[in-house]
């Protein structure tokens, strides 16, 4: 990977990383769909793998999906569930994270994440994440300490997303 391959933006309120992978669009959308390996995207250990033993792929607008997720500084093992918010094949995919209340509505804190896609030549596909908490009320901000990361976590997501690619032998 080349200083080229890597571009990171930083705002106040969302951190932007792109990164060029050497798969097509069609196969990275494939993974970034998949909630049984999201898991292979992250650079830690914080997202462990879906609730349910065979989770659907991602389609629509307005899907739910589950994740059972660990961190320390959030009691340990927790569950996540996300709300699909753009969904356009092969281009864009992004979830709202939150968590079902008492009432049986899911509750989300206003965090976005974001993949867009696009064709890279023979290079693969530009994918750019972004990781958005511009609608977070600012009391949630300081009691979650949002960002609970540096842009880098970003990076390494999607070198990771990167080796999950080549595991798979995606192209």
């Not at 994740?67 to 959030?74: I, K, T, W, Y």
């Not at 958005?132 to 960002?147: A, I, N, T």
């Amino acid at each position: 990977m080349t200083v080229d391959d890597l571009a990171v933006a930083t705002e106040q309120e969302r951190y932007v990383v792109s990164r060029t992978v050497p798969a097509s669009p069609a196969a990275v959308f494939a993974l970034l769909t998949d909630p049984g390996r999201h898991h292979e995207t992250d650079p830690t250990d914080w997202v462990r793998g879906p609730l349910e033993a065979d989770p659907a792929p991602i389609t629509a607008v307005g899907q739910v999906f589950g994740m059972e997720m660990f961190h320390l500084d959030a009691g340990g093992r927790y569950d996540m569930h996300s709300r699909v918010i753009a969904f356009e094949p092969e281009r864009t995919v992004a979830w709202e994270p939150g968590q079902f209340g008492p009432d049986g509505e899911l509750d989300t804190g206003g965090w976005t994440w974001r993949y867009d896609l696009a064709p890279a030549g023979d290079s693969g596909t530009e994918v750019t994440l972004t990781y958005d908490w511009s609608r977070v009320p600012h009391v949630l901000v300081e009691e979650f300490s949002l960002p609970p990361f540096p842009p880098a976590f970003l990076e390494d997501s999607l070198a990771a997303l990167e080796r999950a690619l080549d595991r798979s032998g995606a192209r």
